[in-house]
């Protein structure tokens, strides 16, 4: 009962005018963001975080834009799957399967009606998930010291690289790079410059929001302009809107799989929204592709990776605000946003600012109902906007983003920053080196060092309480097994072989 | 092979160059045990592992772009670098419009639809970014404003 009344609680700091107006806002946004390839949530919400700023909103409004632009990115990235056969985001990818032949098929508009209410049932589902799960997981991560943290640190930067990565020396070296530069600016507690080079825009350290938008939107236009916009042409045209009620009756089923594996993978650290897809889909077609329909057009394969994307990033919020370590690329982007909003998730979130917690959950439920509205009867708009070429995408993203970075300090420095981070995110791409460990390890490098000298100070100097407690034993358990599992798990469970992205142009 | 053989060393002679760094910081007072040196050191020693990690087991050589994208991404990040660099003497206007229509051109090498649209995104971005969000950005260069 005492979660009902937080969570009414929450409704009642959420839902204002001018919330749901903000949250009307993201939803829109993030349904374009999340539609158009290039643009996907970890970029579309790094891009927007300092406008949010520039706009001058409390915490409660700036996050319920945000996550209304997060979920809506996971609802936006179905749309290209389908129509373009390009996924609008990477967990999108497995919607192309069966997506693209509904919508050859003349089924567009059944298919994006069946995603978008897969879409719904998946994140509403899994918002509830996060409901009762969350305040579990908060009371037993209460008793986390030290030694826990620093163990649970280690298990996220273990795991990140995880599934997603076939090269574990490289998403290691990932989480060391960002590491090491969140090391720069002034040290805490002794005041020491570290690696600054002398240079005074260096002493506050590297400002984390920087290096995301250089990383992920930056690197972007170096990608469009390797590959000269290729992947654009709109060819297939929405027939009749119509609401197809014996599919999604027959797809109810592979729904409900699909959000129960989507958020299981969505808890894991390291995990996210795309293993959730996968897994769902994987699953979904082991349970129902008797006939041999799957990949050539069947609703169930559109329905289950919906639904499983979204529950992920339902998920995944859990860990992130229970214990501040982030699951995936666009959770570690949400916790930046917190982190900038001088919000510290944590278990003592819960119980220090729990308007805070039960504002973003409220927030979640609205910006699923607008999300459902606006995604089946009023697709087609998305769909016009989709059109929009990447000469003139890739400008725009460029101009919001240096003049976001540059709103926050009004240094030219600051943009110089983002543009070596943009260089740098587009050599790592190139080389395969997973991006999103660099950006959690910026976010996390001074606490965890922080929680390392604590509990060195406690101990006296002793290393071995690391592994002085359980549950920090197990959590090293974990780190250790989720770093080599996949070396071996990679063949067992291979990728199917997504299709070439071929162009609707050349179909025709 | 080759590219990872050469990013493989470059990470192993930057963890060294970060050790070294690490090892020149001055401590001022010691309020704790390990200080403000060791935690450094210790993302040095990773790195060096996973840099010889690199070296030994390369990946496939990636697909690089031809001269012609270098040469694209080199101009674009020319511009990128002066734009940020004339953003504040130069006011918001024109050098937006001259940096999205370039960066437009080299997506889509079309000279009057880039430029159009420099222009466009440029007047309209100032619009919503001043009196949308109520940034304080100057229009024009200060010279001209008086």
Redo the contacts between chains.
């Keep these: 009962m005492d979660t009902l009344a937080n969570l009414w609680m929450g409704f009642g700091v959420a839902v204002t005018p001018y919330t749901l107006f903000l949250a009307i806002c993201g939803c829109f946004l993030g349904t374009i963001i999340g539609a158009l390839p290039g643009l996907g949530p970890s970029n579309g919400v790094a891009i927007l975080i300092p406008?949010a700023f520039?706009?001058?909103l409390d915490a409660i409004e700036a996050l319920v834009l945000l996550t209304s632009v997060y979920y809506g990115c996971m609802y936006g990235g179905r749309i290209s799957s389908i129509l373009l056969n390009i996924p609008g985001d990477e967990p999108a990818m497995m919607t192309t399967l069966d997506g693209f032949p509904m919508a050859k098929q003349g089924r567009a508009g059944d298919a994006l009606v069946i995603s978008g209410v897969a879409s719904f049932m998946g994140s509403f589902l899994s918002t509830i998930g996060l409901v009762v799960v969350a305040p579990i997981l908060a009371s037993v991560a209460y008793r986390f010291g030290p030694a826990e943290y620093f163990a649970l640190y280690m298990l996220a930067f273990a795991t990140l690289g995880g599934l997603t990565s076939?090269?574990?020396?490289?998403s290691?070296?990932a989480a060391?790079?960002g590491?090491?530069l969140s090391?720069v600016g002034l040290?805490n507690?002794?005041?020491?410059?570290?690696?600054t080079g002398g240079n005074l825009h260096l002493y506050d350290g590297i400002d984390f929001l920087v290096a995301i938008v250089g990383l992920f939107a930056?690197s972007e236009?170096?990608i469009?302009?390797?590959s000269?916009?290729r992947s654009s042409a709109l060819g297939i045209k929405v027939g009749k809107l119509s609401v197809p009620w014996g599919d999604l009756k027959r797809t109810f089923g592979a729904m409900m799989r699909g959000t129960g594996l989507g958020f299981i993978a969505g808890i894991l650290p390291g995990a996210g929204a795309s293993l959730g897809s996968f897994m769902a889909y994987m699953a979904e077609k082991s349970i129902s592709n008797r006939k041999d329909t799957f990949g050539k057009g069947d609703p169930r394969g559109v329905a289950a990776p919906e639904a499983g994307n979204n529950a992920a990033a339902g998920g995944a919020m859990i860990p992130m605000l229970t214990l501040g370590v982030p699951g995936s690329g666009t959770t570690a982007v949400m916790l930046a946003l917190l982190l900038t909003l001088n919000i510290t998730p944590g278990p003592r979130l819960f119980t220090d600012q729990p308007q805070v917690v039960w504002g973003l959950i409220a927030s979640l439920f609205i910006a699923n109902v607008v999300l459902l509205v606006m995604n089946v009867p009023m697709v087609r708009l998305f769909v016009k906007i989709l059109s929009v070429?990447?000469?003139?995408l890739?400008?725009?993203v460029?101009?919001?983003s240096?003049?976001g970075i540059?709103?926050l300090s009004g240094s030219?420095f600051d943009?110089?920053l983002m543009?070596i981070f943009?260089?740098l995110g587009?050599i790592l791409r190139?080389?395969?080196v997973p991006t999103v460990p660099v950006i959690l390890g910026i976010l996390l490098g001074n606490q965890?060092?922080d929680w390392?000298?604590?509990g060195?100070?406690i101990s006296?100097?002793d290393w071995m309480f690391l592994f002085s407690s359980p549950i920090a034993v197990v959590l090293w358990i974990l780190a250790v097994g989720g770093f080599v599992a996949p070396l071996f798990l990679r063949k067992v469970l291979k990728r199917p072989a997504v299709p070439e992205t071929d162009l609707p142009m050349d179909k025709d | 092979m080759k590219s990872d053989r050469i990013f493989g060393l470059v990470v192993v002679l930057s963890a060294l160059a970060y050790f070294a760094g690490a090892w020149q910081i001055q401590a001022g007072m010691m309020m704790d045990p390990l200080g403000p040196r060791a935690f450094p050191m210790l993302i040095a020693a990773a790195g060096l592992i996973c840099g010889i990690g690199i070296l030994l087991r390369p990946d496939a050589e990636p697909e690089w772009p031809g001269a012609q994208a270098w040469l694209g991404m080199g101009i674009a990040l020319a511009v990128l670098v002066a734009y940020a660099y004339s953003i504040v003497p130069l006011g918001f206007l024109v050098p937006t419009a001259i940096a999205s229509a370039a960066i437009g051109y080299l997506i889509e090498p079309k000279a009057k639809q880039s430029i159009l649209m420099g222009i466009g995104l440029s007047a309209v971005l100032y619009v919503i970014f001043k009196y949308g969000l109520g940034l304080g950005l100057l229009p024009l260069p200060r010279a001209l404003m008086g």
């Design positions: 406008l520039a706009l001058k076939n090269n574990q020396a490289k290691a070296f060391c790079l590491l090491a090391m040290d507690s002794t005041s020491a410059t570290r690696f930056i236009i170096f469009f302009i390797e000269h916009g070429p990447p000469w003139f890739m400008p725009m460029t101009m919001v240096f003049v540059f709103s030219y943009l110089l543009i943009g260089v587009y190139k080389l395969d965890m060092e390392l000298r604590r060195l100070t006296d100097g």
